[in-house]
């Protein structure tokens, strides 16, 4: 592995990548130092800025298509950043629970001030999040391993995205979006810190910090990494932080999770036992189920191998493969660090800090009663592995240098199928993206014909009713009622469902396959009269009698 001059070299590409961007306002260059600029960049360091841009590109058309398609839980954060843009209501957590902080709705509402309350724009600074995403993992692979094709390669496959990576990324659930560049941030910043790079120690100490405190009031999962990242600040800054730099460092945390301490002491809520609470006994379920559910699906699902709600056998390949290479990669990086000095000593560490995040982030969920009860849609629990793929796959990427032998035929075979196992997730994604469409639309017009017929109060089920309120900046307003027998349902937000028990006439909305329609015709129906129902494509509507 390269020391001193390959940094050197590699921070002379980074250089350029930046005068390239300032040259794109700077009129007064000329074109032949134009030229000069784009002659010295490595052909690996194009094609991995072109992965970068292809990547948000992707997204991006996937957000104009309603790819993936909104639900109501995003509507609920989209609800959130509506009150938060009127100045109505401050919710530092997801409505009706006390975790995931609700960042994302705050970084929303200034889009809705300006330009109003839609998916598109509770969307777009999760793109944003995304390109940051790509452009710090780029940094960090570049810091840590000093190879150009290698970064191409890891960017490359983050640039891919399947159905499980789109929702992880784009839905504004609470925490997904926003947690992986800030695991990532943070190890990069860390290493930085620990190397020197800074010329601005005590702002990259506070920025730490804060960027920390943030990620403890968003959300849980990131944590291993946080710690991970935190322990490299700790060994290799002891000094710095024993002293005015550690006490930024923890101004930083405590400014950044300051939503969490407040609302903590307000509501007299422990944060440390709703943290405890959170993953569940697993005891109800064999450890069978927990180990299939947590890693051999799991992983393939959660780190974007899969298709759509479903991963195919041959798929699972990479839920035995991930765990080896992390334990291959960890072997070799304790081998080697005591022989290291200096900043390749911190590289290897960092590398080391990527694996033990991986491996307690999979140790948490596997113990989850989630692993093995909700295999599929808790596999977004796995979101953050994808800072880690780099360190996975880094030892793979060494074998290749041999020259002769049967294992860099093994490493390049791995590595290809890696790389075509991402790709055709994402390809079995765009096929069904029509059908997301659809879906889309038969929504959108629900919602129209609801505003057509001067509805202002309905019930629904859950993953219709926040979409309602959210889509129609709450001129609908929509209580959730159980498909099982009319009552109450998850509310999340509790004036809602008031405002629609005090409506003398609201109206029932059910999708043509919930076992509530003939529930509520039957509620509905007087020895009079019938509900007057209109049939919309892939719903029902129940109007009231008059």
Partial sequence: ???????????????????????????????????????????????????????????????????????????????????ISKAENFPAFFYGQNYMGTLEAYLAAPIFALFGPSVIALRIPNLLLFGSFLIIMWRLVNQLYHSRWFTLLVVGILALGSDRILKNQMISGGGYPEINPAGAGLMLLAVGLATNRYRHHSAAFAAWGFIAGLMIWVDPLVLPYVLCAGVVLAIFTKKEIVGRLGALLVGGVLIGAAPLFIHSISSRVNPVSVLLSLGGDGEASPWTDHVYGGVIFGIPMGTGFCAPSVCEPWQLWWGFAFPLLLLAAAITAVASIRQQEGKQRVFSVAHLGLLIGAALTILAYVRSSAAADTPVESARYLSCLLISLPAALWPLWRLLQRRAGVWPAVAATVLTATAVSAFVATVSVVAIAPDMRDLARQRENMIARLEQLAVTHVYSEYWTCNNITFATNERIVCAVIDEGDLSPGLNRHLPHLEAVQDSSDPAYVLPVDSPANPL??????????????VNVPG???????N
């Fill in 1 to 83: 592995m390269p020391t001193r001059p390959g940094i050197t070299y590699d921070l002379r590409a980074y250089d350029i990548i930046c005068d390239m961007a300032a040259l794109t306002v700077d009129s007064a260059r000329s074109d032949d130092t134009r030229s000069r600029a784009i002659g010295r960049l490595h052909p690996a360091t194009i094609l991995t800025a072109l992965c970068v841009a292809l990547g948000v590109l992707y997204r991006f058309l996937a957000l104009l298509w309603s790819v993936p398609p909104t639900n109501s839980d995003e509507a609920t954060m989209g609800l959130a950043a509506i009150h």
């Fill in 520 to 533: 509520v015709i039957k509620l509905m129906s007087t020895s009079q009269a019938v509900p007057t129902v």
């Fill in 539 to 545: 719903y029902h509507i129940y109007l009231p009698s």
